[in-house]
């Protein structure tokens, strides 16, 4: 019998949701647990198409609307080769921000529909569980100041959201909504039941293909 795979889980959300401490304590708890995971982030800074990335957002640097799409979904794909091996080792990866960001970011500037966003990034490797943790602007003013980079203002992040709405009325990808105002631990939990059951799902089943 082939070995089984490990399962590709996307934490999605508004800014101060907790997207990377909610991912680094499901791969820690994973981990503990005995099932080998990782984390990864995109953009990934670390290429050389994420420096660029990285500049761009640190407003070191001016980049074209759709030139900075497709560098986003260009950073995905170099990441691709990678992300299937893992998997296929039976590696689980939790990643934090995928091709939804990708879509939400740039359909929020005037002048991008959805279609064309999403359309760099069909094919990529199909998450087995979307979990979009989910904060109201108010709680999530709470939390702190928005950062400097750029998108971080509170209009932006208010078209951001209703584009992730529009996104997650898709069926055909695995979105689950988490209360992201509950406590780190609640939040945890939740999280770490619909990793656990998406392990246990798809552990035999081939992996998709997104928005294919
Ligand atoms: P953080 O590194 O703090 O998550 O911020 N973004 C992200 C896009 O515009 N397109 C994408 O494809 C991705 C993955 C979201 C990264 C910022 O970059 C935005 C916030």
């Known amino acids: 019998m082939a070995s089984k795979r490990g399962a590709l889980i996307v934490l999605e959300g508004v800014d101060r949701a907790g997207k990377t401490t909610q991912c680094k304590k499901l791969v820690q708890a994973l981990q503990q647990s005995g099932r080998p995971a990782e984390m990864m982030r995109f ?7 994420g420096q660029l990335i990285s500049a761009y957002l640190e407003k070191k640097s001016d980049l074209e609307d759709h030139t900075v799409h497709l560098l986003f979904s260009a950073n995905r794909w170099e990441l691709v ?3 299937k091996k893992k998997l296929d080792q039976g590696i689980t990866l939790v990643v934090d921000r995928y091709a939804f960001s990708g879509v939400a ?3 929020a500037k005037p002048g991008f529909c ?3 966003c999403k359309r760099p990034d069909v094919g990529l ?3 087995d569980l979307v979990m979009f943790l989910q904060l109201n602007p108010a709680e999530a003013a709470l939390r702190g100041q928005f950062g400097n980079e750029r998108y971080e203002t509170s209009a932006f992040q208010k078209s951001v959201q ?3 709405e529009q996104l997650m009325k898709d069926p055909s990808v695995n979105w689950k909504i988490i209360d992201a105002s509950q406590n780190v ?3 945890h939990a939740d999280i770490r039941t619909h990793s656990l059951n998406a392990i246990n799902e798809t552990q035999n089943m081939p992996l998709g293909e997104l928005w294919k």
């Open 43 to 49: 953009p990934d800074r670390s290429t050389t198409i």
């Open 81 to 83: 080769p990678v992300m």
């Open 105 to 107: 970011f740039t359909s």
């Open 114 to 116: 959805l279609d064309w």
């Open 125 to 127: 490797p199909k998450p």
């Open 162 to 164: 209703e584009k992730f």
């Open 185 to 187: 631990e609640g939040v």
